[in-house]
């Protein structure tokens, strides 16, 4: 967990799958899908803001609770999230 940058993206590969991981504090981390469902930007390059994940290509905001499209975009096709348990410092993403 400490490896991880606080409120900035981390992606991480799972064979063919991407994510995007974002550490808001110590207690509350999410896992999204990292591409982005507009046109494939990469989520974890994005800058955060809330609970939400900016796009660095076109200024989506992707929510990072349920991975849906904010704002002019709700409604649209999201990106996956992924349960992520933090236990004795380390964290572990839920993937199947
Ligand atoms: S690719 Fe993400 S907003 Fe366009």
């Not at 110590?26 to 609970?51: F, S, W």
């Not at 796009?55 to 904010?70: K, R, T, V, Y």
Request: charged residues 15%; proline residues 6%.
């Amino acid at each position: 967990m400490a490896d991880i940058p606080l409120k900035m993206g981390l992606e991480v590969q799972n064979g063919a799958q991407s994510m995007a991981i974002f550490k808001l504090s110590d207690t509350e981390v999410y896992a999204i899908g990292n591409i982005c469902p507009h046109r494939q930007g990469p989520l974890a390059d994005g800058m955060v803001t809330g609970k939400a994940v900016i796009c660095p290509l076109h200024s989506w905001q992707i929510s990072l609770l349920n991975g849906e499209p904010l704002l002019e975009n709700a409604g649209k096709a999201g990106v996956p999230t992924y349960e992520t348990i933090i236990e004795a410092g380390k964290l572990y993403v839920m993937v199947d």
